[in-house]
């Protein structure tokens, strides 16, 4: 089974910051099957890359990811109020596995 | 709209069954696999396994196998998760969520259903 380790775990930035968030898998991801998910407190999770780098219908620009083999990215480039979340990676080899997440969180 | 309806919160004691429900609706349900996932109170999110309405065809995660029973019922669009005997440690949110298998990604989710099994 494919591991997923993200990083850091708590990530504390202000309105307007850029956030990095990482994603590192135990061996090497097809980049069509690496996906991030947004989640805010009582909700569902929330699609926002898939593919590794394509965003998902309705997810701004400021939104993107890359990467490919055992490391990937999601970037947000100025958060904005409403991205203070947490943020899963997803992984598909032979199954599934969600990374632990990266909370988002308001300095 | 593509839209995904969980059945509401359940309040079981240990041992108990508990059958759950995802309905779906404003796509064809036998177009795409179901996923199941679970949180724990304050945790990440667990996948749990699939199955695809259209046969009932199930792939579980090894966590889950023996644990847990996906079904489904195409004719209602509904997929379900069930518990023969529950466990303190089932306590959870679970969610059901559709699967892009060309790109193996869940794109629309349901609501969650939380499940609270104490004595």
């Known amino acids: 089974e494919i591991v997923l380790t993200q990083s850091p775990d708590t990530l504390s930035l202000s309105p307007g910051e850029r956030a990095t968030l990482s994603c590192r898998a135990s061996q090497s991801v097809s980049s069509s099957y690496l996906a991030w998910y947004q989640q805010k407190p009582g909700q569902a999770p929330r699609l926002l890359i898939y593919g590794a780098s394509i965003r998902a219908t309705g997810i701004p620009d400021r939104f993107s990811g890359s990467g490919s083999g055992t490391d990937f990215t999601l970037t947000i480039s100025r958060l904005e109020p409403e991205d203070f979340a947490v943020y899963y990676c997803q992984q598909y080899g032979s199954s599934f596995t969600f990374g632990p997440g990266t909370k988002v969180d308001i300095k | 709209e593509v839209q995904l309806v969980q059945s509401g919160a359940e309040v079981k004691k240990p041992g108990e069954s508990l059958k759950i429900s995802c309905k779906g609706s404003g796509y064809s349900l036998t177009s795409n696999w179901i996923g199941w996932v679970r949180q724990m109170p304050g945790k990440g999110l667990e996948w749990m396994g699939i199955?695809?309405?259209?046969?009932?065809?199930?792939r579980y995660s090894p966590s889950f196998q023996g644990q847990v029973t996906m079904s489904a019922d195409k004719s209602i669009s509904t997929s379900y998760l069930q518990w023969s005997s529950l466990k303190a440690s089932d306590t959870a949110m679970y969610y059901c969520?559709?699967?892009?298998?060309?790109?193996?990604?869940?794109?629309?989710w349901g609501q969650g259903t939380l499940v609270t099994v104490s004595s």
């Open positions: 199955i695809y309405p259209g046969d009932s065809e199930t």
């Open positions: 969520a559709r699967l892009v298998s060309s790109w193996f990604y869940f794109d629309y």
